[in-house]
């Protein structure tokens, strides 16, 4: 198979970015491990600097329909004071399985190839890729990694993250029923960690943590056993998981999760989401900064396909990168250093300034410019 892009992984990053080039006439294919519909660990918040790219692809009507609720305020608890406050814009919260599959689907009636249930194994001149006992091969101008957090080509690539073992965390999320927080979004703070609760779609609520990895000595995966002692830790805690029951078998859980800073192209590969560098989940900001980088390095990739030089290409989209997200991840790392300490949290919730709209101002960029990206790319197709 012969094509113009092909991209490894199919989230919101990848899938975004397949449907704005199929869309402008080039060939791509995007590869996924797993088959679709499939759920994935995330906080499922879907903040309004995304909704202008969704609104282009026609998405969030979709998730509208299907139920998504419109979240509008921020409740940040701690152990002594809770605090309020509304967001500048409305959110939505939408599960991974409905929105994954939505934007996919896009791309493919855009013109891209989906080939979901494919697991590429070697990437270089030639992609390899194996189901089963099944192997096939992709050449493509351009590669472009939205693996994710974590894959198998970020050692490859000998990217330097992926050696760092002291700043790592997991995440673990599962959906219950119950009581949901109506129209807002809660942060809970514990010890070397903390929880987002968010109403998503067929009423249900997404509980989503993160925790450092020391704080998981001794549960070896066993995340029932770490809610517990976190319920046991904090009376907060167990008396909002007391409102819930769980709507899922069994909690999902990340793979490392490292703070550190990456390079948005490696060996020619272009990154997007979190491949290209993670926003701390807190922020609320991930599935926007997958679909922002996808716009972001959309008409990059499209000009080196027309001809322009792969070295000024790379170089532009590393400082368009850098400029647009770095901002924004080194403040996400700020802010989950306060939530992840229950005491400095409640003293700075004591103060009652102007917390949370300093927050969202620093961790996501401005709609207005995102709408203007956007009809920038869509007005000339």
Same mark, same amino acid.
């Given at each position: 198979?012969?094509?113009?892009?092909?991209?490894?992984?199919?989230?919101?990053?990848?899938?975004?970015?397949?449907?704005?080039?199929?869309?402008?006439?080039?060939?791509?294919?995007?590869?996924?491990?797993?088959?679709?519909?499939?759920?994935?660990?995330?906080?499922?918040?879907?903040?309004?600097?995304?909704?202008?790219?969704?609104?282009?692809?026609?998405?969030?009507?979709?998730?509208?329909?299907?139920?998504?609720?419109?979240?509008?305020?921020?409740?940040?608890?701690?152990?002594?004071?809770?605090?309020?406050?509304?967001?500048?814009?409305?959110?939505?919260? $939408?599960?991974? +399985?409905?929105? *994954? =599959?939505?934007? #996919?689907?896009?791309?493919?009636? &855009?013109? /891209?190839? @989906?080939?979901?249930?494919?697991?590429?194994t070697a990437l270089g001149e030639t992609i390899t890729l194996t189901r089963g006992g099944e192997t096939r091969s992709i050449r493509a101008r351009v590669t472009v990694g939205a693996w994710g957090r974590w894959g198998r080509f970020d050692q490859q690539l000998g990217r330097a993250f992926v050696r760092d073992r002291?700043?790592?965390?997991?995440?673990?999320?599962?959906?219950?029923?119950?009581?949901?927080?109506?129209?807002?979004?809660?942060?809970?703070?514990?010890?070397?960690?903390?929880?987002?609760?968010?109403?998503?779609?067929?009423?249900?609520?997404?509980?989503?943590?993160?925790?450092?990895?020391?704080?998981?000595?001794?549960?070896?995966?066993?995340?029932?056993?770490? $809610?517990?002692? +976190?319920?046991? *830790? =904090?009376?907060? #805690?167990?008396?909002?998981?007391? &409102?819930? /029951?769980? @709507?899922?078998?069994?909690?999902?859980?990340?793979?490392?999760?490292?703070?550190?800073?990456?390079?948005?192209?490696?060996?020619?590969?272009?990154?997007?989401?979190?491949?290209?560098?993670?926003?701390?989940?807190?922020?609320?900001?991930?599935?926007?900064?997958?679909?922002?980088?996808?716009?972001?390095?959309?008409?990059?990739?499209?000009?080196?396909?027309?001809?322009?030089?792969?070295?000024?290409?790379?170089?532009?989209?590393?400082?368009?990168?850098?400029?647009?997200?770095?901002?924004?991840?080194?403040?996400?790392?700020?802010?989950?250093?306060?939530?992840?300490?229950?005491?400095?949290?409640?003293?700075?919730?004591?103060?009652?300034?102007?917390?949370?709209?300093?927050? $969202?101002?620093?961790?996501?960029? *401005?709609?207005?410019?995102?709408?203007?990206?956007?009809?920038?790319?869509?007005?000339?197709?």
């Amino acid at each position: 198979m012969e094509v113009d892009v092909a991209i490894i992984g199919a989230g919101p990053a990848g899938s975004t970015l397949a449907a704005l080039l199929a869309g402008r006439g080039f060939s791509v294919a995007v590869v996924d491990r797993d088959t679709f519909p499939r759920d994935k660990l995330c906080g499922e918040f879907l903040s309004w600097d995304a909704l202008p790219i969704a609104d282009a692809l026609g998405v969030t009507a979709a998730i509208d329909e299907a139920g998504a609720p419109r979240i509008a305020n921020c409740r940040i608890v701690g152990n002594r004071r809770d605090y309020e406050f509304a967001l500048p814009h409305e959110a939505r919260g $939408v599960s991974r +399985l409905l929105f *994954d =599959e939505l934007l #996919l689907r896009t791309a493919v009636t &855009r013109g /891209a190839t @989906a080939l979901d249930g494919w697991t590429a194994t070697a990437l270089g001149e030639t992609i390899t890729l194996t189901r089963g006992g099944e192997t096939r091969s992709i050449r493509a101008r351009v590669t472009v990694g939205a693996w994710g957090r974590w894959g198998r080509f970020d050692q490859q690539l000998g990217r330097a993250f992926v050696r760092d073992r002291a700043h790592r965390s997991f995440g673990f999320k599962r959906h219950y029923t119950g009581d949901p927080p109506r129209d807002a979004i809660e942060l809970f703070s514990f010890r070397n960690g903390y929880l987002g609760v968010n109403e998503i779609e067929g009423g249900r609520t997404n509980i989503c943590g993160l925790v450092a990895a020391d704080r998981l000595t001794g549960h070896k995966g066993r995340w029932d056993a770490f $809610v517990d002692e +976190l319920r046991d *830790d =904090e009376p907060v #805690l167990d008396a909002m998981y007391a &409102r819930y /029951a769980p @709507a899922q078998e069994s909690f999902l859980s990340s793979e490392p999760v490292i703070f550190r800073a990456r390079s948005p192209v490696e060996g020619g590969v272009f990154m997007i989401g979190d491949a290209s560098g993670i926003v701390d989940p807190l922020t609320g900001n991930g599935m926007a900064m997958a679909l922002q980088s996808a716009l972001l390095v959309a008409p990059r990739i499209a000009a080196l396909l027309n001809g322009r030089e792969r070295i000024e290409v790379e170089n532009e989209y590393r400082r368009a990168h850098h400029e647009f997200f770095a901002p924004r991840i080194a403040w996400s790392r700020r802010v989950a250093r306060l939530l992840s300490r229950p005491r400095l949290l409640d003293a700075a919730l004591s103060t009652r300034a102007k917390l949370g709209p300093f927050f $969202v101002r620093h961790t996501r960029d *401005d709609r207005d410019v995102v709408a203007r990206m956007t009809g920038a790319w869509f007005s000339i197709q």
